[in-house]
């Protein structure tokens, strides 16, 4: 197997410094190249064809945000980790909009980041476990789930996995909370997809969030 090509972006030294030195542990991850801005990573990214990217947002010239919005306009199968010290909802959700398959805080333990890069890699969306909760609970206190025609669609059971998609879970551990195959839980994923017309995991995060979705 290939080794996984990661591309740091971040205009701290030491911060890329940190990642790279976690990344060495894992088998068959490779840091193909690091950019201090956004404009600097646009430019690498032909040359280095990196199948993921772990960006910081509040970089100079060129943010976080901006980047991940042309990566993936340039490079739609490239996947996006912001890695970042802020967790207010407004940039959480920025990252989200803008096509971020991630977003990790920067104080979360090792195995944080590492984990985030399997699970970007698989396909998967990961979220820090504070960005999460952050996020359900505000959708608890102020979110109003309008339920659209498409929504109205959805089954029981594609409600429940759309939701626990927008906690974060892996599809395994969400066959395994529902004690469902993995193959079951992916065939009602792949129709949720088809019935709101959305067609990746960060898509279903996002509208998750927007109609206000949360535990019965």
Not at 1 to 14: A, E, K, S, Y
Not at 94 to 119: C, F, I, T, W
Request: proline share 4%; net charge negative.
């Amino acid at each position: 197997m290939p080794n996984l090509r990661v591309m740091l972006v971040d205009d701290h030294v030491l911060m890329r410094a940190g990642i790279r030195l976690c990344l060495q542990s894992l088998p068959d991850v490779e840091v193909v190249g690091e950019a201090g801005d956004g404009h600097q990573a646009l430019a690498m990214l032909p040359k280095l064809l990196p199948d993921v990217v772990i960006m910081d947002i509040g970089m100079p010239s060129l943010n976080g945000i901006e980047t991940t919005v042309r990566i993936k306009a340039e490079s739609p199968a490239v996947r996006v980790i912001i890695c970042s010290s802020h967790s207010e909802e407004e940039k959480v959700l920025s990252a989200l909009h803008a096509g971020a398959d991630g977003y990790l805080l920067k104080n979360a333990p090792m195995e944080d980041l590492q984990r985030a890069v399997m699970m970007v890699a698989a396909g998967e969306t990961f979220l820090s476990p504070n960005i999460s909760r952050q996020l359900i609970n505000i959708s608890l206190r102020g979110g109003r789930a309008t339920t659209g025609s498409q929504f109205e669609l959805l089954t029981s059971r594609q409600r429940e996995i759309l939701q626990l998609v927008a906690e974060g879970k892996t599809t395994k551990e969400i066959a395994f909370f529902l004690n469902l195959s993995v193959k079951t839980v992916e065939a009602h994923r792949a129709q949720l997809m088809e019935r709101l017309e959305i067609h990746d995991v960060a898509g279903l995060v996002r509208y998750a969030m927007r109609m206000g979705l949360v535990s019965g």
